[in-house]
């Protein structure tokens, strides 16, 4: 693992992974995400920053050859108990780190986790590692937050979970916001404990994290602004959803 990789309590608690998919589920991304495999071949996919491994899974559903890739062994150990994990190849590693002798048709960064990734420097290290795996001709998609968006006035929330340790609290608080980054943190009220994960994350414009892909001998060929491949409307569109290819 790369050293000084700082992983959230949310990531790393085995009881905070395991309810992850409660309120993480299958969601309008995750069919987007699975729509860009076509179900008539057999593609090598990589997922990098695959948490607990839902999409991996579909894929793999479809008959196609996956690699889900995490820094956090707790996410991996519960990714692994998906009905097809057993075909999955699991590598516990960070984004700027993964390691393959394979090459992917098809690389995915789903769930903002791309936005996790806190410098340019870590950035552009991700964007080059994930052009050496690439196959000519292949597909990187990944999604960010737009930063124009207000996210501070929409961030905080609380929701009941039900799970199998019984009735959890969730909440999610903000607390900072640099102009580029946001502190917030969430809340997990068990029965009998409580747990606070504290995290960070980047928020860049579209037009840096372009400099950051033709930086790393990538380009983005299209941005859209939604689910529906709507297109990016600078102001107001809340995601950023990049197709890259090799440039
Ligand atoms: C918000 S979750 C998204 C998980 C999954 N992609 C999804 O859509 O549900 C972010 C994931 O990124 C992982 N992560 C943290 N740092 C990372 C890094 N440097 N490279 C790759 N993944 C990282 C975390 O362990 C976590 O599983």
Redesign the pocket.
Known sequence: M?VG?M??EH?TNPKLAEI?DID?GWSV??DFYLSLADPSKKLEIL??????G??CDAYAARGHSVTG????KT?LDVARLKPHGKNIEWVE????DFKSLKSFDLIV?????FQ??LSEE?ILI?LSNMKRHLKTGGLIVFEARNPAVNWVECWDYSMSLDTKFGSVEESRKFLNWDGQRMSFELVYKFPNETFISKSDLLFLSKNKICDLLIASGLVADSVFGGWDKSPFYPDFSKEMIFFVRHN
């Open positions: 790369r990789i992983l959230d990531y992850y993480s991304d995750r997922d990098l920053g695959c948490g607990t839902l999409l890739c995490d820094p956090s996410m590693s960070s984004a700027q960064m789903t769930g903002h986790a996790v990734l870590d991700a």
